[in-house]
C-alpha cells in the first residue's frame, strides 16, 4: 500500500497502438462533437466494453478515484479485471469510519489493489488546531475543508501519477447533482470516465451477487453513501439519501461538482 506523494512505477497502462493522440499533444481539449461521439459510442457498450474502450482509446496514464464506499466494489472488480495494476487513488481525510479502513484493507487484499493513499499536506490534528472544524461551519467552512482534503490531494495525485484519464464510480440515480454524468467528460484538462453512470441500484446489487462482492460493512446499517464520519450519517436519520451527507446543505464533496482546479 503506496501512500501519499508516491510516484507511480511503470506498471501504469499506455496507450496502444492507435490510440487517440494525447491531449498534451492537442490544440487543446476534445471538441465537443469528439466528446459526443465518444459518448454515443460507449452507451451501446457494456460497462466492461466501455473501460476496455476508454483503456485502449483515451490518452494518457489511467487510474480509478475510490472512496472505497457502500458499492465501491463494483468498479474496482471491473477495472482490475481489464487492468490488474491500474493505481487506485484513495483520498484519506483522517476521519473515515473505522469499518472503512478495514474495507479497504481488505478489498485491497483480496483485489491485489495498486493502491496510492493522498493525503492533506496537514494533519487532522493539525487542521483542528488552527481552523478548527470547518464541517460545522455551514456550507463555506464544508468546502474549505473538502478543498484541503479531498481536491487538492486529487491535484496532487493526478500530477505525480501523471494521470491523462481518470476512472469513477459515479451513477446518475445516486442524486440530483449526477443525474447528467455522461460516460466520458473533461475535468480540469483531462477526461473522466464513469463505466457504470446508467446503472440502477438493482445493477450494482447484481453485479456484486455475481462476483461474490460485499457491500460496505455500514450497508446493513442503513448508511447509503459514506463519507466522514462528521458528515455522514444513515438514511433513517435523514429526510432523503442525498441528505445523508454534509447535513443535507450539499451532496459532493467538491471533486465532482465541475468546479475548476488545475493539475
Not at 190 to 198: G, N, Q, Y
Request: charged residues 25%; glycine residues 8%; hydrophobic residues 35%.
Amino acid at each position: 500500500m503506496e501512500q501519499q506523494g508516491a510516484r507511480a512505477d511503470d506498471r501504469g497502462h499506455e496507450p496502444h497502438a492507435g490510440t487517440v493522440t494525447p491531449i498534451e499533444g492537442r490544440s487543446g481539449v476534445p471538441a465537443e462533437a469528439e466528446l459526443r461521439r465518444w459518448n454515443a459510442e460507449l452507451a451501446g457498450l457494456d460497462a466492461a466494453g466501455r473501460v476496455r474502450f476508454a483503456l485502449e482509446r483515451l490518452p494518457g496514464r489511467h487510474a480509478l478515484t475510490s472512496s472505497f464506499g457502500a458499492q465501491a466494489a463494483v468498479s474496482l472488480h471491473l477495472l482490475t479485471r481489464e487492468l490488474p495494476d491500474i493505481p487506485v487513488i484513495l483520498l484519506d481525510t483522517g476521519y473515515l469510519f473505522p469499518e472503512t479502513y478495514r474495507f479497504v484493507e481488505a478489498l485491497t487484499a483480496r483485489l491485489d489493489l495498486n493502491l496510492k493513499v493522498y493525503r492533506s499536506l496537514r494533519s487532522p490534528a493539525w487542521q483542528e488546531a488552527v481552523d478548527g472544524q470547518r464541517w460545522n461551519d455551514g456550507v463555506a467552512g464544508i468546502d474549505a475543508y473538502n478543498r484541503e482534503n479531498k481536491v487538492e490531494p486529487l491535484q496532487r495525485a493526478l500530477r505525480e501519477l501523471e494521470i491523462g484519464t481518470w476512472f469513477t464510480g459515479l451513477r446518475r440515480s445516486q442524486a440530483s447533482t449526477r443525474t447528467a454524468t455522461p460516460f466520458v467528460q473533461v475535468s480540469n484538462d483531462l477526461l473522466k470516465v464513469s463505466p457504470i453512470a446508467d446503472w440502477s441500484d438493482r445493477d450494482v446489487y447484481d453485479y456484486l451477487k455475481a462476483h461474490d462482492l460485499p457491500y460496505h460493512p455500514l450497508w446493513e446499517q442503513g448508511y447509503v453513501s459514506i463519507g466522514d464520519t462528521h458528515t455522514t450519517v444513515p438514511l433513517h436519520e435523514a429526510d432523503s439519501e442525498e441528505a445523508t451527507r454534509f447535513f443535507g446543505l450539499k451532496r459532493e464533496c467538491g471533486i465532482h461538482e465541475g468546479e475548476t482546479w488545475s493539475i
